[in-house]
T-cell receptor
Framework: NAGVTQTPKFRILKIGQSMTLQCTQDMNHNYMYWYRQDPGMGLKLIYYSVGAGITDKGEVPNGYNVSRSTTEDFPLRLELAAPSQTSVYFC???????????FGSGTQLSVL | AQSVTQLDSHVSVSEGTPVLLRCNYSSSYSPSLFWYVQHPNKGLQLLLKYTSAATLVKGINGFEAEFKKSETSFHLTKPSAHMSDAAEYFCVVRGNNAGNMLTFGGGTRLMVKP
């Protein structure tokens, strides 16, 4: 059982480049989340989804986009990378009515 | 609105001594509270959760936390630290809204000395 899988694990971008962080889960969870983790700041919610076709903004959505065309996949898109987006990104999923979050192993992104 | 404050960004203990990681929260309703642990270069793992049942919650690896409504606290403790406990710990409150949004504290780095 793979759980939540994130790719890539590391990435360096130049300012203005774009990329997609991939996240997939095999637990048939309805809820999926994208968080960013900055040092000393805990985790901040970027976007979340309560099911296929439904997404909504979290605390820090600016500069990001998401889509949820299937239950399994929840990719995060950076259109114009900025140094402020240097962070560690975590994808998570949660079954409906189940409060345990399952996290991916994270993506370390540097924008130079 | 809700918020979580972890009172110490770093805690250092000796192996075999007690661990106390402090967490205070604010919430306009009865909260659900969690502690997550993050080991270096790994994802987050749920340690324990409080969801309005018993106020003393036992988690994995010998950790426990006590919900104190009068003090709005949810401190994490362990009687005897082990070297493998060295990690980052996050206190989390769950929102009562669509998406079950979580608010994370800033984290506490636990260091365990031999």
């Amino acid at each position: 059982n793979a759980g939540v899988t994130q790719t890539p694990k590391f990435r360096i971008l130049k300012i203005g480049q774009s990329m997609t962080l991939q996240c997939t889960q095999d637990m048939n969870h309805n809820y999926m989340y994208w968080y960013r983790q900055d040092p000393g700041m805990g985790l901040k919610l970027i976007y979340y989804s309560v099911g296929a076709g439904i997404t909504d903004k979290g605390e820090v959505p600016n500069g990001y986009n998401v889509s949820r065309s299937t239950t399994e996949d929840f990719p995060l898109r950076l259109e114009l990378a900025a140094p402020s987006q240097t962070s560690v990104y975590f994808c998570a999923s949660q079954g409906q009515g189940n409060e345990k979050l399952f996290f991916g192993s994270g993506t370390q992104l540097s924008v130079l | 609105a809700q918020s979580v404050t972890q009172l110490d960004s770093h805690v250092s203990v000796s192996e075999g001594t007690p661990v106390l990681l402090r967490c205070n929260y604010s919430s306009s309703y009865s909260p659900s509270l969690f502690w997550y642990v993050q080991h270096p270069n790994k994802g987050l793992q749920l340690l324990l959760k409080y969801t309005s049942a018993a106020t003393l919650v036992k988690g994995i690896n010998g950790f426990e936390a006590e919900f104190k409504k009068s003090e709005t606290s949810f401190h994490l403790t362990k009687p005897s630290a082990h070297m493998s406990d060295a990690a980052e710990y996050f206190c989390v409150v769950r929102g009562n809204n669509a998406g079950n949004m979580l608010t994370f504290g800033g984290g506490t780095r636990l260091m365990v000395k031999p």
